[in-house]
């Protein structure tokens, strides 16, 4: 079982959809970040949270340390928002402070 | 304000030849990660550096992989004696501050082919 989970795998929306993006994971966690994959391989940083919410012009970002899951809006989307979105977290076993466990992503696809 | 750079941003090499990938971190960021992408998979951590302490190497695949992060600056990712299946884009990252707790900003990635 993968220590992060992210579902769906793909989603298909149209433009101006309310897109929610899950991800669960299974160990104890320090921090959880959300990345942005573009189409053409560049990746972004969305958010880096350990609790509670982050928003950012059309984005939201929530977690639930107890319930270990945490979640992704995209609230108007809009093909630009197009991309391949991956949950990643920083487990809290007191051993390094730099290994990311990734998720395998979801790709999102808004048509117009 | 130049962003994270990585040099070649494409290399094809020949099985069991030797090849060393660039990566120039945002000016002042002490923290420094290589993480790998294999086609169709997710991103796989590889390396992590943070100032002048010990790197965590536990993410290397096999000896055949190391990595040097002089002055505290410019890192180099080396692979000996290549192998098919290290073909993957190898990305790498920097951070201002440590570990998984701060945005690590990515560079463009440097694609690798092994024939």
């Known amino acids: 079982k993968n220590e992060v989970e992210q579902s769906p795998q793909n989603l298909t929306a149209q433009e101006g959809e309310f897109i929610t993006i899950n991800c669960s994971y299974s160990v104890g966690i320090s921090a959880l970040h959300w990345l942005q994959q573009h189409p053409g391989g560049g990746i972004v940083s969305l958010f880096m949270l350990s609790s509670g919410k982050k928003k950012h012009g059309r984005l939201i970002a929530t977690i639930n340390i107890q319930e270990k899951h945490s979640s992704l809006h995209i609230t108007a989307s809009h093909p630009r928002d197009s991309a391949v979105y991956i949950c990643a977290v920083g487990m809290n076993y007191g051993g390094s402070q730099g290994n990311l466990i990734f998720g395998k992503g979801t790709k999102l696809s808004v048509k117009p | 304000g130049a962003g994270v750079s990585q040099s070649p941003s494409n290399k094809v090499t020949e099985k069991g030849k030797d090849v060393e990938l660039r990566c120039d971190p945002i000016?002042?960021?002490?923290?420094l990660y290589w993480y790998r992408q294999s086609l169709g998979q997710g991103l796989e951590f590889l390396i992590y550096f943070q100032g002048n302490s010990a790197p965590d190497k536990s993410g290397l695949p096999s000896d055949r992989f190391s990595a040097e992060r002089t002055g505290g600056s410019v890192s180099t990712l080396t692979i000996q004696r290549t192998q098919q299946e290290d073909s993957a884009v190898y990305l790498c990252?920097?951070?201002?501050?440590?570990?998984?707790?701060?945005?690590?900003?990515f560079g463009p990635g440097t694609r690798l082919t092994v024939l």
């Open positions: 000016s002042g960021h002490t923290a």
């Open positions: 990252a920097s951070s201002l501050g440590q570990g998984f707790t701060d945005t690590q900003y």
